[in-house]
């Protein structure tokens, strides 16, 4: 029977030591557990798509690491984006693609569609064309309709407060950076709109604005909502993330989210969705640099950054790059244990200290201390009934 006992003993007790060492270093087996994003098959997908902007922003985040830019397959691909890039006939493409349809998702392009959207042209243009539409009694964009409607108004107070600036040596500036921002945030929503990317509740606060602004020939009504826009506008992949707003608050986060990050914002939120809007709102405590390398790990990698901090998420990911020798033992058996409820890791443990409790030590005791009682008990309390007895 002690032979039996033994063995049972001692496998409750390991189990209860890895119990409470999981318990421990929860935080650093979360670490443990992540593994770092291969960009390769998804930049792969963007370039079978011809999706050659997308694909550049993607992997060129992903090549400011090591283990992406030591890569011989992440190095032919980045080659391959840049060569295609480069080519007279896609710079031309894209050149042709801003100046006709005032979209595009390179800087060619794009600036081609500014150049007629900051002047009075592409605002004439969008009109002319919903005019058309409605003459031959087509859908008419209320959106775009509006957005050249204010754009017209923007245009109007350019010009008009230029020369009050010319003329007063500077007094009326700030009424030019606000027409000037306005154009700014009309030309991304247009372009937003065109392409599919302009969230419902926008749109139906552009049309709302619109009809403020006609009646009072004063860009007051959206000020606000375009400044949040045209900070947008100046970020590469401004487009998605205004695509992903639900309402004016979120537009404010997306602009300061934009603000932090730059250009690599849309490709954070592509890698973190929701996990990096939240985790970036944190910037200052994490730090950027720490978030951009958690999001080499994912969405994973974004939500343990924001439970444990970066200075252990650093201290945990260096001891991790050290393991690394060992393979994927140390990532499967970190996750593993991760999975244990930690309800289950608990009754280990009280499992574990119960059977080395000395049980029989306690029942001696017990036993010991029953027999005084009885013999206290059965004693007689009177002396003058001992001395009778």
Request: proline share 3%.
């Amino acid at each position: 029977m002690f032979l039996f006992k033994l063995p049972v003993k001692l496998t409750l007790l390991v189990l209860a030591a890895i119990a409470a060492g999981v318990l421990w270093q929860q935080a650093q087996l979360s670490v443990l557990a992540l593994s770092r994003l291969d960009p390769v098959p998804e930049t792969r997908a963007m370039v079978a798509e011809e999706r050659y902007a997308d694909a550049a922003d993607y992997l060129d985040f992903f090549m400011a690491y090591d283990y992406v830019n030591e890569d011989p397959a992440a190095q032919a691909l980045h080659a391959e984006i840049a060569s295609v890039r480069s080519s007279l006939s896609y710079q031309a493409g894209k050149l042709s693609e801003g100046l006709l349809q005032g979209t595009s998702d390179e800087t060619i392009g794009k600036g081609a569609g500014v150049i007629t959207d900051l002047f009075v042209i592409g605002d004439i243009r969008d009109l002319a064309n919903q005019a058309t539409n409605y003459a031959q009694g087509e859908d008419v964009d209320e959106v775009v309709t509006a957005l050249a409607s204010i754009g017209l108004v923007a245009s109007a107070a350019q010009l008009a407060s230029g020369a009050a600036t010319a003329a007063t040596a500077g007094a009326a500036a700030p009424t030019v950076a606000a027409s000037t921002t306005a154009k700014g945030g009309i030309i991304i929503l247009k372009t937003a709109r065109k392409i599919g990317k302009l969230p419902p509740w926008l749109g139906k606060a552009i049309v709302k604005g619109a009809k403020t602004v006609k009646q009072t020939k004063k860009l007051d009504a959206v000020t606000d909502l375009f400044g949040d826009v045209y900070r947008l506008a100046k970020t590469r992949g401004g487009l998605n993330l205004l695509s992903k707003t639900t309402d004016a608050a979120s537009l404010r986060r997306m602009a300061k989210l934009a603000d932090t990050f730059g250009d690599q914002s849309a490709t954070l939120y592509r890698i973190g969705g929701n996990s990096f809007v939240r985790t970036a709102q944190r910037a200052g405590d994490l730090g950027v640099d720490s978030i951009k390398i958690a999001a080499t790990y994912g969405k994973g990698g974004l939500k343990v950054l924001d439970k444990v901090g970066a200075l252990r998420f650093a201290k945990f990911t260096a001891r991790g790059s050290k393991m690394a020798y060992k393979g994927d033992v140390i990532h499967l058996l970190a996750r593993l244990f991760l999975k244990v409820p930690d309800w289950v890791l608990y009754l280990l443990i009280v499992l574990g200290a119960c059977v080395w409790v000395p049980w029989r030590w306690f029942g001696r005791l017990r036993r010991l201390a029953t027999r005084k009682d009885t013999s206290r008990s059965l004693a007689p309390s009177d002396p003058q009934a001992r001395i009778c007895n």
